[in-house]
């Protein structure tokens, strides 16, 4: 069983790009958490969503940022017009969703914007 | 809001002694989950061993353990017989029952083991 996949692993952006980063969660699991981790800090929680849904964005940043689980397919956190304070470690978890059930953790993306 | 302080950002230990790395959170609720992660070099978190509130009795995992108290809302994980692979970056984080699933985490502990 697969762990959960998350791509790509680096990514280099300039200063107005868009961002795409994807999660692929383990198998049989319908929910998903995007974390952000900035240089020597802990992770900070961004957004929970389960299949076309979204459940949590109490840490999602008003602007620029946006987060998708569609029916097929991964999830995408989407960054428009990156800026150089983006730059960070953005972490995917997923879960089964059951009452107590642990997340998973992708190995996370880097991204570098110059 | 939930908060998780960890106070020391770095400790170190020699190798195959035992040491003890320190939590404290912030709630207001009575059942939860406490949780601490390893993030080694490669980052990737790995969870090492969790906690349920309800349950009195501390959580062990091989070589790791934690002392959970409730009334002082701290949770300290002791890792024995410490080993050259358990230098990572060590974080507490807490998950409530009741109002989501999201993980809130501290700040980290970086754990360098002496050969």
């Known amino acids: 069983n697969a762990g959960v996949m998350q791509n790509p692993r680096h990514l280099v952006r300039r200063r107005g790009q868009e961002a795409r980063l994807r999660c692929s969660p383990m198998?049989?699991?319908?929910?998903v958490y995007w974390y952000r981790q900035l240089p020597e800090e802990g992770l900070k929680f961004m957004v929970y969503?389960?299949?076309?849904?979204?459940?949590?964005e109490s840490g999602m940043p008003k602007e620029r940022f946006s987060a998708e689980f569609p029916k097929e397919g991964p999830s995408i956190l989407r960054i428009q017009q990156v800026v150089r304070g983006d730059s960070a470690a953005y972490f995917c978890a997923s879960s089964p969703g059951t009452s107590g059930s642990e997340q998973y953790f992708g190995p996370g993306t880097r991204l570098t914007v110059t | 809001a939930q908060t998780v302080t960890q106070s020391q950002p770095e400790m170190s230990v020699q190798e195959a002694e035992t040491v003890t790395l320190s939590c404290t959170y912030d709630t207001s609720e009575s059942d939860y989950y406490l949780f601490w992660y390893k993030q080694p070099p490669s980052r990737q978190m790995i969870l090492v061993i969790r906690q349920e509130a309800y349950k009195q009795q501390n959580a062990t995992e091989n070589r790791f353990s934690v002392n959970f108290q409730k009334a002082a809302k701290s949770f300290s994980l002791k890792i024995s017989d410490s080993q050259l692979g358990d230098a990572a970056m060590y974080f507490c984080?807490?998950?409530?029952?009741?109002?989501?699933?999201?993980?809130?985490f501290g700040t980290g502990t970086r754990l360098a083991v002496r050969p």
């Open positions: 198998k049989g699991h319908s929910h």
């Open positions: 984080a807490y998950r409530s029952k009741s109002s989501g699933d999201k993980l809130t």
């Open positions: 969503l389960q299949k076309e849904n979204i459940i949590d």
